[in-house]
């Protein structure tokens, strides 16, 4: 019983270890690290068991020093709309007159709590704010981080965050998409193309351009995060080693250099090909040639053709030669409105030719074509080795008259402003909390007051267990084997440790009886017994056989003795005189053979009621007995009927 009880308390282990992970893989991408957010997010003064509805929701502060921040909690101060147009666009939607309001979430709404939306489709939007202070790029990391929600979700557009290169002729009122800007960050989606860029310009040393520099693309499915319509946190990490981090909801979804992970290089080549380095004209490319003494065989035939009439062929029976495969319509009618001066002469259309349906063909019968075994073709010679290979050609490589090396592209131009310049064909795109800094702790606190409030009341609105797990089946298909396995784990140990078990006996009890009764050992035993005497007393009447029949063996023989010895004795004592007395010993003989048949016969009958050990017996008492051997051959008789 203990032992069950151990299966069955490690199976409901099992069983809560599994829905555990389900739970967790939820939340987490399995491809990607995740930072302990735990810490800071216990700091909040949130009951975690109140609903959405009783958050008491403060504004965040941030508690160190800062170069930008933004809630959008109060009005709307700092911020400027363009009044600019956009270049190279059509008229009617080059203005960026795209509408922005602040306010509330529509789903998962912290009471208190308000952003910027973008209301409007199909139109060009851009706003914009100065900085608290410009950000320069020196010995302190960039940390560049806001949240954004796609509250209808996402069809095509972008919710990407630029920061403001500083100048002096920098003017808000006219920014639009050819403003400079040192960082664009942020995602962006159109049709099934699911981005989260990272591009810095990157200015040219020797020549002052500037050059756009995108990050490579992440190896994590980003596709939840545009249609799940929950608030995600967006997180740029710059360091002065050249290396950075994107996140999403504190989860790192890319990292590398800023030398290495970027396209183009920021660096670039040390050496280029020789524009005008040309081919020379006996450069030789071909690596393979036709052998030059290969001579055409005498046999080969190049005008046999490649099809020839198949002569064995026989025109099938029933082929109808007269009969045209088609034949004019006979129920087509000229059109009343049929002009020949204009139209023509007017011809019925042609059908195919009914007799022809039930026939193995019309018109004139062909030889079908068979592929010619002659046929060769063009002959060509056999290919080489080409001893004048010089493999393929390619401009020698000079000196990179552009080449520079910047080892430090961490150092980018200041920035002192920040904009969204967005085209969207979705409506309701939420941003909110947005932070410059430069210390990792500044911006989790940041993050823990404003994203982690917004999750916090969407994990309490969240649909109950079945429903996630109902989800996330939907998004991985291979979860319902998981969640078959963990039901069927139970319910299996449940019948293996609870179900009745039954006895089954080694001992089989081939007696006929009506009810079957439980059998005990004595009893077990006692039937043992019983098959072995019934088996003696098999063997003991086999034997009583076999003596039995030698002894009718040896009655039949002195049977045959006596009958002899009496015939001789009657011949002895026979007068001479007479036939008739030695006709009447004879007689009497007969009689007595008679007697010995006819006596066997009535005996026969009882032969059945008689026992082995009575027979035995009648035989020793007529072996021994002076009735005459008539008796013991009548008895024998007996037994042997």
Request: proline fraction near 7%; charged fraction near 35%; hydrophobic fraction near 30%.
């Amino acid at each position: 019983m203990q032992f069950q009880w151990d299966w069955l308390c490690l199976g409901v282990l099992l069983f809560s270890s599994v829905t555990a992970e389900i739970e967790d893989e939820e939340i987490q991408d399995a491809d990607v690290e995740v930072e302990d957010f735990d810490k800071t997010s216990q700091e909040t003064d949130v009951d975690k068991g109140r609903t959405s509805l009783e958050v008491v929701y403060k504004t965040p502060k941030p508690i160190g020093e800062v170069y930008f921040t933004e809630t959008f909690d109060g009005v709307l101060t700092g911020w400027v709309l363009s009044k600019t147009k956009k270049e190279d666009t059509d008229e009617n939607i080059a203005k960026y007159d795209g509408r922005w309001e602040v306010e509330g979430l529509k789903e998962n709404t912290v009471p208190g709590d308000q952003g910027l939306v973008l209301k409007s489709t199909a139109k060009h939007h851009a706003i914009s704010a100065m900085l608290t202070k410009p950000f320069i790029f020196a010995d302190k990391p960039l940390i560049l981080q806001y949240e954004v929600n796609f509250q209808e979700g996402i069809d095509c557009g972008g919710a990407y965050i630029k920061l403001l290169s500083s100048s002096d002729d920098l003017d808000l009122e006219y920014f639009f998409d050819k403003t400079p800007y040192t960082i664009m960050f942020g995602p962006d989606k159109c049709g099934e193309d699911y981005k989260l860029h990272f591009i810095f310009r990157h200015k040219n040393p020797k020549t002052g351009d500037y050059e756009e520099k995108h990050a490579k693309r992440p190896d994590v499915d980003l596709k939840k995060f545009y249609s799940d319509k929950k608030t995600h946190l967006y997180t740029l990490v710059l360091k002065p080693d050249d290396t950075f981090e994107m996140s999403i909801d504190q989860t790192v979804v890319s990292k590398g250099s800023l030398l290495e992970d970027f396209v183009p290089p920021v660096n670039p080549p040390q050496e280029i090909e020789d524009p005008n380095d040309k081919k020379p004209d006996d450069w030789d490319e071909r690596a393979k040639i036709p052998d030059p003494s290969a001579v055409k065989p005498d046999d080969w035939d190049e005008d046999e053709p490649a099809k020839i009439e198949d002569t064995d062929a026989v025109k099938p029976e029933g082929w109808l030669d007269d009969e045209p495969e088609y034949i004019s319509d006979p129920n087509a009618e000229k059109p009343e409105d049929w002009d020949e001066e204009m139209d023509g002469e007017w011809e019925a259309p042609q059908i195919p030719n009914p007799k022809c349906e039930t026939a193995p063909g019309c018109g004139e019968w062909v030889r079908p074509m068979m592929n010619n075994p002659n046929y060769k073709g063009k002959w060509k010679a056999p290919m080489i080795e080409n001893p004048n290979y010089q493999g393929i050609w390619s401009p020698r490589k000079i000196p990179n008259p552009d080449y520079f090396q910047d080892l430090h592209p961490f150092e980018m131009t200041a920035v002192s402003a920040v904009g969204l310049e967005l085209w969207s064909m979705t409506s309701d795109i939420y941003f909110d909390n947005f932070i410059i800094c430069s210390e990792k702790e500044v911006a989790d606190r940041w993050a823990a007051d404003g994203w982690g409030m917004k999750k916090l009341v969407a994990s309490a609105n969240e649909p109950g267990m079945f429903s996630q797990l109902m989800t996330a089946a939907e998004d991985h298909p291979w979860l319902w084997v998981l969640y078959i396995l963990t039901l069927a784990l139970p319910v299996g140990l449940g019948v293996l440790f609870c179900w009745p078990a039954k006895k089954v006996d080694d001992d089989i009890d081939y007696k006929k009886t009506d009810i079957s009764k439980p059998i005990t050992k004595g009893e077990l035993e006692q039937g043992g017994e019983e098959l072995e005497d019934e088996a003696e007393l098999e063997e003991e009447k086999q034997n009583e056989d076999d003596i039995v029949e030698e002894e009718r063996r040896q009655v039949e023989e002195k049977k045959h003795e006596l009958i002899k010895e009496k015939k001789k004795m009657g011949r002895k004592d026979a007068p001479s005189e007479g036939e008739g007395e030695g006709g009447e010993g004879e007689d009497k003989d007969e009689e007595e053979e008679n007697e010995v048949a006819e006596g066997s016969q009535e005996e026969g009958d009882k032969s059945n009621k008689s026992g082995s050990e009575d027979e035995m017996k009648e035989a020793d008492e007529s072996a021994g007995s002076g009735d005459g051997p008539t008796k013991s051959v009548r008895k024998r008789r007996v037994r042997k009927d």
